[in-house]
């Protein structure tokens, strides 16, 4: 069993920045494809970006390229998404997710077997 816990939403002015963490929990020594998700009230769940097992790669929706960052933390237990040059669009829950799947999956919200109760980021304009 994996359990997903995110930290770090809020209220930030257009322009600002934020980090948003994930912390990964669970009882198998598996490695995991991870990602961040987002839903906007009123619309479908959206991709956000993604981490490959060992970190080594990263894949980004064309919205956030450029702009956020999604890392690891050395254990491989905490992923972090670092967004900056926040735009009132980007307000939306986000949601961490892991997989067990394979990286060309990763754009793909139900091929994610794992996801975190979600944090709010509100973007005033």
């Known amino acids: 069993q994996v359990q997903l816990g995110e930290s770090g939403g809020g209220l930030v002015q257009a322009g600002g920045s934020l980090r948003l963490s994930c912390a990964r929990s669970s009882r198998t020594g598996n490695s995991y494809m991870m990602a961040w998700f987002r839903q906007a009230p009123g619309k479908e769940r959206e991709f956000v970006g993604a981490i490959s097992r060992n970190g080594g790669s990263t894949y980004y929706a064309d919205s956030v390229k450029g702009r956020f960052t999604i890392s690891l933390d050395k254990a491989k237990t905490t992923m972090y998404l670092q967004m900056n040059g926040l735009r009132p669009e980007d307000t939306a829950a986000y949601y961490c997710?892991?997989?067990?799947?394979?990286?060309?999956?990763?754009?793909?919200?139900?091929?994610?077997?794992?996801w975190g109760q979600g944090t709010h980021v509100t973007v005033s304009s």
């Open positions: 997710a892991a997989s067990l799947k394979v990286w060309s999956s990763k754009q793909n919200w139900d091929e994610y077997d794992y």
